[in-house]
């Protein structure tokens, strides 16, 4: 067997041994716990095609019909499809997950081509197999899986496609980037690096290239803001002026708070808490991101000692650099934000598996065998071993790092979960019939939490216990009642209400 034989039949095999992982992960995600921010975010398709235009149910605004609520941080570019998807009918949760789903199998396939464009197609697998390292369930707030009703993953997808386009379409990128902005409005974050990547492909040096900058980064910016101005052109014709006014202070408050008060929590602690958002041990992340390191710079101090440094390579490294700090260090220095992954998921899911790539080019590189007039045998031969036994070693144990998340991810999966989705469907069926037979139109949440989502699948609006408007409506829980039991299903039972 010829070693180029050998290579492709090792290359196909791991590439469907990821495309399994991929498939057990998905499904997984698909069956696990219907958990509350994607019970709300599915508030606004329903009521969508219920006739009560783009409105959340306000269980966290008031607990009425909130139209446009700026508590629903996942955006039109999500929620808009789900509605799509309802319309076929089925199970409306599985229903809306299989539109993150797809947003998923886009964010591995964009991976996969830029790594194809950078370092071929080992880079290509192994931009496909990073996200799958990624772990999001280390909070009350987190990102179960690829399947989760969210905004997150989708918003990463669009930016990873906007990296594709941004060499020869900035238009095309500048609109998907405004996309991702309107699937999660955190996605914002990422300008900064588009502008890099922008600035490294304009022709000139110096202040001619600023201004070359300016010239091909216009029209992308412009096309940012599009999705945007769209979206809020609607909600000012639907609200009228003074709705309007008002729906952009609650928006710009929701900003500036990040929908949380209260919270103080430190740098040192939240890059403790993306360090552990892995599945390997603290130290092998840490360990792991300083190979990455060293083998992104190692690549292109090589490639400019051969003088044939690649553009491309450059910009996206840049651009990976700048993104995922731009995330990072805003989340680890907004102290009222708290320990939730979820906040800077956007940035990490799209730039750090860039990075990866660079850095996978850059072993290759390393592992090269230079080719020079000026360097003879006898002078040559062992700082080129010693340099090609460094790039096979850091990249050995980047292959390890990733392998080791990969599997655990995977093991993961098999664990028994204390609630499903089947769990979940077989106790709402019971309160779904008394909804019914009652007519009952609201529920209250008592309290926030696993409540949520049952109501929303019983076919109940939701609202929460201690908003006034809830003060006669009967509220489900999963804890004891301190009024009459209306009806009791599994772990959940319906209260009668106190007012």
Known sequence: MTMKLFRTIAFWTLAVGLLVCHLVVIQHSLTARFWEDEAFNLTVPLNLLAGLGYSSDGAL?????????????????????VAGMLLFGGDPVISARL??????????????????RVGG???ALVGAAVPLAFNGLGSISPIQGPADLLGEIPAAALLVWALIAVRKRPWLAGLLVGLAVQAKLIALLALPAFAVMIWVGSPGRGWARIGQTFVRG?????????PTLLFELWALVSLGLSGFVDHLRQVKRFLLS??????????????????????????????TAAIVVALVVAGLIEVRRRGRLRRRSLALALTAAVGALAFVAWWSTAAHTPLWVRHPAVGVLAFFPALVIVACWG???????????????????EPVNVRRIAGGVLAAALSASLVWSISGHVQQTFIPRGETLATQRADVAVIADWVDETDTEWLAAAPWGAAVAPIVMSGAHVGLF????????????????????????????????TG
């Open 61 to 81: 605004s008031g607990s009425t019909i909130t139209p446009f609520d700026a508590r629903i941080s996942t955006g039109p570019v999500v929620l808009l499809p």
């Open 99 to 116: 539109v993150p789903v797809m947003f998923w199998l886009l964010l591995i396939a964009g991976m996969a081509v830029l790594g194809a």
């Open 121 to 123: 197609r080992w880079a």
């Open 218 to 226: 216009w029209l992308p910016l412009v096309m940012v803001g599009v």
């Open 258 to 287: 990040g929908g949380q008060s209260g919270q103080a929590t430190t740098v040192s602690q939240k890059l403790e808490t993306l360090s552990g958002a892995w599945f390997v041990p603290n130290w092998a992340a840490w360990l």
């Open 363 to 381: 072993a290759h590189e390393l592992m090269t065998p230079r080719v020079s007039r000026a360097e003879s045998a006898s002078t040559a031969s």
């Open 466 to 497: 201690d908003a006034p408007s809830m003060a006669s409506t009967p509220r489900l829980t999963g804890q004891t009642c301190d009024t009459e039991v209306l009806v009791e299903a599994g772990r959940y039972r319906v209260c009668a209400p």
